[in-house]
């Protein structure tokens, strides 16, 4: 097995096998074989939903084998490392890939997907519902593609989005029902980063420091970063950034909201603050992006 690690963006997956696209941060994929992401390991910047409908093939998400067969799913996050492999000549799967971005645009919360228990981190990335709970999934699924089939209508992507979410529920119900989550099975390193995922979830506003967290879950802070890393692929504190951030980004979108209003929301201590710290994490001031993201 090849070691290096694959960054796939969402345009390069869209690329390879998007059928069905509701702008550059949303798609479908139909029945399609994914040989191509075999080779290697791979960390999608997106989330991944996919249900395999024919054949087999072996599922490696963070160095733990899974079995992918007809009606299993892959609930797949940015902090997973994946790897199909070992499918058989008929192995088919349909997917839906989003951003988080998307799924969060024009709403009042911006963590909204940190609900679900099956995209936490240390959750087991593939299921198997009964046959009737993966034939409703399809079901949602063909219903996104269809809505997105139609030309001009003015509010697909909105429709799609509320779908997307409908989706998200109905994988919910499933997840609990089947009780995924072994708090028993999981390892220190796993238990940590679902407690510093919940801190950060709940103060991210507030507290931007990983000394804070580590105070928090009485470790070291030199240990705590190693820790999310190993599990996540990304620091302490790069997760913590990305979370202001989000926030920020949703209230740019809002042009009733000055800038000065969300540096305070975001609890900085000015503007200028707000704004060095923004340009720093993504390259362009606040007002750029506001500019942007209205075009």
Not at 85 to 108: I, M
Request: one cysteine or more; hydrophobic letters at 40%.
């Amino acid at each position: 097995m090849n070691n290096k690690i694959g960054q796939l963006s969402l345009s390069k997956f869209a690329h390879l096998y998007a059928d069905k696209l509701a702008g550059a941060d949303f798609f479908v994929v139909d029945e399609k074989q994914l040989l191509s992401l075999s080779e290697y390991p791979y960390r999608s910047d997106g989330y991944i939903i996919g249900i395999c409908t024919r054949g087999t093939a072996k599922v490696e998400a963070n160095l733990q084998i899974y079995d992918a067969r007809p009606d299993a799913m892959l609930l797949a996050t940015p902090f997973h490392v994946l790897r199909i492999y070992n499918s058989s000549p008929d192995f088919l799967c349909r997917f839906v890939v989003f951003s988080k971005a998307f799924l969060t645009e024009n709403s009042v919360n911006s963590h909204f997907l940190e609900s679900f228990s099956y995209f936490k981190s240390a959750s087991i990335p593939v299921i198997y519902p009964d046959n009737a709970d993966a034939r409703m999934i399809l079901e949602i699924y063909l219903l996104i593609q269809k809505k997105l089939e139609r030309e001009g209508h003015p509010y697909d992507v909105e429709i799609s989005r509320s779908i997307l979410t409908t989706l998200l529920y109905e994988i919910q119900a499933i997840y609990e029902k089947q009780h995924t989550i072994i708090k028993g099975k999981q390892t220190r390193k796993q238990e940590l980063n679902v407690l510093f995922q919940d801190q950060v979830f709940h103060h991210y506003k507030e507290h931007r420091n990983v000394q804070y967290y580590a105070d928090a879950l009485c470790v070291s802070p030199k240990h705590l970063t190693e820790t999310v890393k190993d599990v996540t692929g990304r620091t302490a504190g790069e997760w913590i950034d990305d979370a202001v951030i989000l926030e920020a980004k949703v209230l740019l979108r809002n042009h009733d909201i000055s800038i000065a209003r969300v540096a305070e929301d975001i609890h900085f201590p000015d503007q200028s603050s707000f704004g060095k710290y923004f340009k720093k994490q993504t390259g362009m001031s606040p007002s750029d992006y506001r500019a942007v993201s209205a075009r």
